[in-house]
Nanobody, 122 residues
Framework: QVQLVESGGGVVQPGGSLRLSCAAS????????MGWYRQAPGKQRELVAT???????NYADSVKGRFTISRDNAKNTVYLQMNSLKPEDTAVYYC????????????????WGQGTQVTVSS
């Protein structure tokens, strides 16, 4: 079973920066997808950013130019660098990683992090 551990959330003033990390544990053969989502109080979870195995990135319009997603394949870790934070970025941020590993046969996994709170407030 693949587990994800998130870190890096906190409280920051508008215009500030935070860096989130999400590390996958276990013997993983291949990671197909890495992404970050967020959910604000009373709202649905929304996609923030994704990164492909080859490094292609996609961002929600609301974070383009301010957030950067990256990955360290050797560490099975995905990062989200958040700059120029705004109060509307306040939410619980979740990472998602999908892939597979081998145990005599292929086992697919689709794992989520536990969520980390990001609060942007003066």
């Amino acid at each position: 079973q693949v587990q994800l551990v998130e870190s890096g959330g906190g409280v920051v003033q508008p215009g500030g920066s935070l860096r989130l990390s999400c590390a996958a544990s276990g013997s993983i053969s291949t990671i197909d997808f890495m992404g970050w989502y967020r959910q604000a109080p009373g709202k649905q979870r929304e996609l923030v950013a994704t990164i492909s195995p080859g490094g292609t990135t996609n961002y929600a319009d609301s974070v383009k130019g301010r957030f950067t997603i990256s990955r360290d394949n050797a560490k099975n870790t995905v990062y989200l660098q958040m700059n120029s934070l705004k109060p509307e970025d306040t939410a619980v941020y979740y990472c998602q990683i999908r892939g597979y590993y081998w145990r005599n046969y292929r086992l697919d996994f689709d794992s989520w992090g536990q969520g980390t709170q990001v609060t942007v407030s003066s």
